[in-house]
């Protein structure tokens, strides 16, 4: 009997988030004292200055760091510290830390967020000699990085206030509002109320502003309720407000995760776009709106402020509640932090491009992990496949009406009584034999384990985890339960050590039976819903691994849990499969172990228009390897969406369809045509441009750089981007993208930004160069969508397609080269095995192509003669091994036909490899270099048929 399904039980298609379920800034505590502090700040008459101050530093043992003693004049008596750390990498980072120091009441602050999201807890500083720190005047200057950017750090002593500038511009500026606050450590029967007396009150400079000036009295200071909630808050307010201006600035991107615009629109101020800040605290929202700053399953608290002169970025370590207003000024871009808890642990990246942030956060948090290619292809889910013959009719179906399909889906029914690690035998006989027959065509399949885990002894899960005292606390010590889809449940604490070797061999084949290499993981649930809990998550006082409550820890909670799966996917077998695992809770440095998605977005065209800034949003954040549930999770799309979707979704990192269980079906292979075929296409498109995928995910585990590239990172200069969040360019590959996300759209615009040509990925029509940005106005009936190929691109694509991608692997390649303006091109093949870790020891192969005009050999009537080359990517020479196990299997592996777009005429000869002439065929028709008016004009084509040469060793063709 399946339990009651609770999100059904709550509001079955009311299309609404129940608001009521989650706090505003204004009924956390929290929130609404540092708030507090701005309202004042901004309605107040008088100067307002910071009551912080800093002393000149003590320069410690370690080169690179430098430490400041501060102290507030309205608290005389507490002591804090800045700590600043010049790093050694990133040509410029500096971290600034700030704590209270030695709190009489022997509290701490959390101070560990850096441990679990960057790569290196303690990133290496500086070495000597390379920052230099000058007092002076009241004011410490520390000068570090490469010195042609001339990087400074001014730290103004009194009122406390640091302006990082470059080349004597200041770019980020801390406390320019004078917002900076951290709570101290207070015991109850101090609580601010109490302590501003009379004759307690101090005026700061004439200011007027006193201790109940800045700490308004705050009844739940100490103890907080939310609705039927009590929150004990042992350690009573230790709340951290800091306001960081970026001047110079119009556009800031980042902090995912909301339904929001990629330029982060106001909160605050005349132009305020929503009312509430943004606020990121990972939680389990039920029908989220299309457009708001509610916080949803995943945070990354990062920033990058854009101009077209600079960039630069912020990455504000901190796992707790945390709201953050924004506003847009003619000055530049003022953001305020409100966070209820932990250290200040803030890393300035100083760009001065967007190529250098994501440099700079890949070396603090990491890459994306290269994942299993298999996992870049297709995915079809459900909630749920209800047994193995539903799942065997999936394959048989999808084979029938040819649609490729790698992965196949079980959400939480495939469990008894969602014990997870259980399947229902009922449903699932033999859950070995299923997934050995889906893998007997080359297929994956994907089961859930979400984290709340049924409390009943005769559960080993349970018992296990209980007997090792690994779970999640209550504030009394026992062991915290609430309720989600199993009943009654409890939580492994991952923060606990003792909990990762067991939940490893949770994995192991020996331990788990029912397992076979070929199931892969998907961890949902896990900011961790809990259906009984305040805002539908543990409530803030449970207790981690350390005495650590959930309030301090809680956005980082959910990695800790898929980092943990993960790492057991990686260790069940050997020599190591690389791992898959989906995860809807993230936060930074999740890029590191799995992807994740939008979480339970809805079938409607608002959502849908929606998915590709969030998507972007979180692939500028580092959090590339994303999708959204293709046809939204609740409802029945029209058709029309759902065709749509399919196009959005063949060009998302992530590819999935998903359902409510409560949707209709609607498996590609359910539809009449022309959907199925609309749709057939759709999926086709990726399994042609799997290796173009591959590439992007390879740059991106190597570089940091986003898979999908939003225009202000393509094109930093060009402002009229700079907003443009609806279409994106994938990798670096020259593939430009933009989703059809109107109802009835016969048409649709696309910018392009550049002077070059574009040519349609499909019908390899012809938009020629035009000297200024411009838009294009391109056919979208149901069956076209705006997928283009700039110029100066050679994609690697693949003809034939099968019904899943390791069945592709010895296929041949097709080229396509788009010429550029100037006749010419270049793009990258990077191919491995796909699943295991050979690559790392360079069993790879990894190519760069060019077409580039060649000296002699010149064609007929001014046609121009051409080399085109296939030659070891630059970047690969020292780790790619000239001969390896890829390479020799990969050898008979050809490039079946090239096809060349926009060659001002048909050449006299073609020579192969070997000097043998090359068999062509020509249409004639318009040329790279031609000028136009936004004409689309068929491009000129040429197909080298066989040209007989592969995807492995230096190769070239003539072409004169
Ligand atoms: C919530 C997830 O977001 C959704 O994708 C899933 O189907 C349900 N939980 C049931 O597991």
Not at 210 to 230: G, L, N, S
Not at 254 to 269: F, I, Q
Request: glycine residues 8%; contains cysteine.
């Amino acid at each position: 009997m399946r339990p009651i399904l609770w999100a059904l039980a709550l509001a079955p298609f009311t299309l609404a988030v129940k608001h009521e379920d989650f706090k505003t800034c204004a009924q956390s505590s929290f929130c609404r004292r540092l708030k507090g502090i701005a309202k004042r700040q901004a309605e107040s008459t008088s100067t307002f200055t910071s009551p912080y101050s800093v002393s000149p530093p003590t320069i410690s043992d370690d080169e690179g760091r430098y430490t400041f003693p501060i102290t507030s004049s309205l608290y005389p008596e507490i002591r804090f510290e800045l700590r600043v750390d010049v790093l050694a990498e990133g040509n410029g980072i500096v971290r600034l830390r700030m704590d209270e120091v030695a709190s009489s009441t022997g509290l701490r602050r959390y101070n560990e967020t850096a441990r679990w999201a960057l790569v290196e807890a303690e990133p290496m500083l500086a070495g000597a000699g390379d920052s230099s720190v000058r007092t002076e005047k009241g004011k410490t200057v520390i000068r570090y990085g490469p010195k042609e950017a001339k990087l400074e750090l001014e730290i103004q002593h009194s009122p406390f206030k640091i302006t990082q500038s470059r080349e004597g511009r200041a770019q980020v500026v801390i406390n320019e509002k004078s917002l900076f606050h951290m709570e101290h450590f207070r015991k109850k029967k101090e609580k601010v109320e109490a302590v501003v007396g009379e004759a307690e009150q101090m005026v700061l400079g004439g200011d007027g502003v006193d201790r109940a000036w800045f700490e308004e009295e705050d009844d739940e200071a100490f103890e907080e309720r939310f609705r039927q909630w009590t929150d004990s808050k042992p350690k009573g307010p230790e709340a951290l407000s800091v306001d960081i201006t970026f001047p110079g600035v119009e556009h800031i991107y980042g902090l995912p995760e909301h339904a929001s615009p990629l330029s982060l629109p106001d909160t605050v101020g005349p132009h305020a776009h929503y009312s509430d800040p943004y606020r990121l605290y990972n939680v389990d929202i039920f029908e989220y709106l299309a457009d708001s700053p509610m916080a949803l399953y995943g945070a990354i608290p990062l920033l990058h402020a854009h101009s077209a002169s600079h960039s630069v970025g912020i990455l504000n370590l901190v796992g707790s509640d945390t709201f953050v207003d924004v506003e847009h000024t003619h000055t530049g871009v003022h953001t305020h932090w409100m966070s209820e808890s932990g250290i200040l642990d803030l890393l300035l990246l100083p760009g001065p491009r967007p190529s250098e942030l994501f440099k700079q956060n890949a070396i603090l948090t990491g890459t994306t992990a290269l994942p299993p290619q298999w996992s870049t292809a297709y995915h079809q889910c459900r909630w749920n496949y209800v047994d193995e013959t539903d799942v065997m009719d999936v394959q048989r179906r999808f084979d029938e009406v040819d649609i490729p399909l790698d992965v196949t889906w079980l959400d939480i029914e495939h469990a008894e009584e969602h014990r997870y690690f259980d399947w229902d035998a009922k449903h699932f006989p033999d859950p070995v034999r299923m997934q050995e027959a889906v893998a007997a065509k080359g297929r994956k399949m994907v089961a859930i384990i979400d984290p709340h885990i049924k409390k009943v002894d005769s559960f080993r899960i349970y018992s296990d985890a209980k007997d090792l005292d690994i779970l999640v606390k209550k504030a009394d010590g026992s062991n915290f339960e609430g309720w989600c889809w199993t009943g009654s449940s409890v939580w492994v604490d991952f923060f606990n050590p003792n909990s990762w070797d067991w939940w490893t061999r949770m994995f192991s084949f020996a331990t788990w039976k029912d397992s076979t290499p070929s199931l892969f993981i998907w961890n949902d649930m896990n900011e961790p819903s809990v259906f009984d809990g305040p805002e539908i998550s543990v409530p803030r006082d449970t207790i981690h691994h350390g005495g650590w409550e959930n309030r301090d820890v809680h956005n980082i909670n959910g990695m800790l849990f898929h980092n943990q799966t993960t790492q057991a996917l990686i260790q069940r077998e050997s020599p190591a499969q690389r791992p898959f695992v989906l995860s809807r809770s993230f936060f930074a440095g999740s890029q590191r172990f799995s992807a994740i998605w939008t979480g339970d977005n809805m079938g409607t065209w608002d959502h849908f228009a929606g998915e590709t800034a969030m998507l972007l949003s979180n692939n500028i954040a580092g959090m590339s390897f994303s999708g959204a549930d293709i046809g939204g999770f609740f409802g029945n799309p029209s058709p029309e969406l759902l065709v749509r979707w399919y196009q959005a979704g063949a060009f998302m990192p992530f590819m999935r369809a998903h359902a409510h269980l409560d949707t209709k079906r609607r498996e590609p292979y359910l539809y009449p045509e022309p959907t199925r075929g609309l749709i057939r296409d759709a999926v086709r498109t990726r399994y042609a441009l799997l290796g173009v995928w591959y590439n992007a995910f390879h740059d991106a585990s190597t570089q940091g750089w986003p898979i999908m590239r939003p225009q202000y990172v393509v094109f930093p200069e060009d402002k009229d981007g700079f907003a443009v969040d609806d279409q994106y360019y994938v990798g670096g590959e020259g593939l430009l993208v933009k989703p059809v996300t109107r109802e009835g759209a016969t048409t649709t615009e696309v910018y392009i930004a550049d002077d070059q040509p574009y040519y349609d990925y499909f019908t390899h029509s012809l938009h020629p160069a035009q000297a200024t940005p411009h838009n294009l106005t391109l056919s979208t009936p149901l069956s076209a969508y705006p997928v283009l190929i700039q110029g100066g691109s050679i994609l690697p694509i693949r003809q034939r397609i099968r019904r899943s991608s390791p069945l592709m692997w010895q296929d041949p390649y097709t080229l396509i080269i788009a010429l550029s303006k100037s006749g010419e091109a270049e793009g990258q093949l990077y191919s491995d095995d796909g699943t295991g870790y050979g690559y790392e020891g360079g069993e790879y192969v990894w190519r760069r192509f060019s077409l580039s005009l060649s000296a002699k050999g010149k064609g007929k009537k001014g046609g121009k003669g051409r080399m085109l080359r296939s030659e070891r990517h630059p970047d690969s020479m020292e780790k790619e091994k000239e001969r390896n196990g890829w390479a020799e299997k990969v050898g008979h592996v050809g490039v079946e036909q090239v096809v060349v777009l926009g060659l001002e005429e048909e050449p006299r000869d073609v020579k192969g490899a070997r000097g043998e002439r090359v068999e062509w065929k020509w249409e004639a028709g318009a040329a790279a270099g031609a000028s136009g008016k936004g004409e689309e004009e068929r491009a000129s084509r040429l197909v080298l048929k066989k040209p007989g040469v592969g995807i492995v060793g230096d190769w070239q063709i003539e072409i004169s």
